[in-house]
């Protein structure tokens, strides 16, 4: 049997993923394009880490969803 798909991986607009904190009760882990597999184990350690409070792996700053704000909106 032969058959394709294809679909819509979200990606960011500054080709990032957008890991963080939106509002209280609110994590998103997202945008990470077509490198979701490969990048997941990190994602995976990030999120944890901020989830529950400890110390991040590395830098989250650059994945954070902040980064689009614009007069105090995402």
């Not at 904190?21 to 994602?43: C, N």
């Not at 409070?53 to 995402?74: S, W």
Request: zero cysteines.
């Amino acid at each position: 049997m032969l058959s394709t798909w294809s679909g819509v991986r979200p990606v960011s607009p500054d080709e990032r993923p957008i890991l963080g904190w939106v509002r209280e009760g609110l994590f998103v882990a997202t945008g990470h394009g077509s490198e979701g597999v490969i990048l997941g184990a990190g994602t995976a350690e990030l999120v944890a880490a901020l989830v529950l409070g400890d110390e991040p792996p590395f830098d989250a700053a650059p994945f954070d969803p902040a980064r689009f704000v614009v007069n105090d909106r995402l």
